[in-house]
């Protein structure tokens, strides 16, 4: 018996139905992590060899280290140089992103990702599901959030709760799409139990997953979710009062801190600013010239 396995379409891949001996391992709690001897460290590895990003999630990511908040650049400045960089490549927009991988490089290297699993902290044993993320794979954008809740780690997927539902409120607000502009997904991709906050060794266990995802799909930019995401991927201890309105730099990426949906449900004084922050992060992506499926034409 198989299944029929909805993070695929989520992730728009083709459907598939995963023979049933798979299941435990895909949806459950993949096998133990490969031998050191399997981590080779490779960088994104698409061009025709998807299984050589089979060990990607216990690989240090390639694009660790110290972050640049210190480098804090004016929106137009680091725009200008991702729309520099990307009129120096040769590949027509749309077709590619990141570092010219195509579309189904990217499909296949998430996908092998995902199939991959994570077992690398004691949350795996926990959760029902793991939830890798779901998305376009070469989407403009990347939306980080904290953790998945109940109902992620029932479905398997990311933001499928009350605060989901306001995040894709919040993306159509600015015309962007879940489905097609955005790839979603968390820094932990297992629930912490009763929903508490991350500890710091989840987050380091989970973080080199995340940013290999980053890496595969070469977003033109990052949308952090409240504090765990921005603090998580900047290195820092700083509140989103602090981070927001500011347009980071991650590996060149242009980076904006948000406070996360489930705040704005929690304290409505939260609406304004945030809703301030997304113009800016609209802004941003038009500079980009990233102006979201949902535009009106
Ligand atoms: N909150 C998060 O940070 N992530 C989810 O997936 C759901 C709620």
Redo the contacts with the bound molecule.
């Keep these: 018996m198989g299944i029929y396995f909805r993070q695929q379409t989520e992730m728009a891949m083709p459907d598939v139905v995963i023979d049933g001996t798979l299941i435990p391992l895909l949806l459950k709690r993949p096998s133990t992590d490969a031998p050191r001897s399997d981590r080779s460290s490779r960088r994104l590895p698409l061009k025709g060899n998807a299984a050589a990003s089979a060990s990607a999630s216990n690989t240090p990511s390639s694009i660790d280290g110290k972050n640049r908040l210190s480098s804090l650049r004016p929106i137009g400045q680091l725009a200008a140089s991702a729309v520099k960089m990307r009129e120096s490549t040769a590949e027509p927009a749309g077709t590619t992103e990141g570092d010219g991988a195509s579309l189904t490089e990217k499909r296949a290297a998430l996908k092998e990702l995902l199939i991959k699993g994570c077992n690398r902290c004691p949350l795996a044993q926990h959760r029902r599901k793991f939830?890798f993320g779901a998305g376009n794979a070469g989407a403009p954008v990347v939306v980080i959030?904290?953790?998945?809740?109940r109902?992620?780690d029932e479905q398997g997927l990311?933001?499928?709760?009350a605060?989901?539902q306001l995040l894709t409120s919040m993306l159509a607000a600015i015309n962007l799409n879940r489905s097609d502009d955005v790839f979603?997904t968390?820094v932990l991709k297992c629930r912490p139990p009763g929903n508490r906050n991350p500890e710091t060794a989840e987050i380091t266990a989970c973080l080199p997953l995340l940013k290999r995802q980053i890496e595969i799909i070469g977003p033109r930019a990052l949308l952090l979710?409240?504090r765990?995401?921005a603090n998580a991927m900047f290195d820092t201890g700083d509140s989103v009062g602090k981070l927001r309105g500011k347009t980071l730099d991650y590996h060149g990426i242009p980076a904006m801190v948000i406070y996360?949906?489930?705040a704005l449900l929690r304290n409505a004084a939260y609406k304004r600013p945030a809703w301030e922050d997304l113009q800016q992060f609209q802004k941003l992506l038009s500079t980009l010239g990233v102006y979201g499926s949902l535009r009106k034409k």
């Design positions: 939830v959030g904290e953790a998945p809740g109902e992620e990311p933001f499928v709760g605060a989901g979603i968390n979710l409240g765990i995401a996360h949906p489930a």
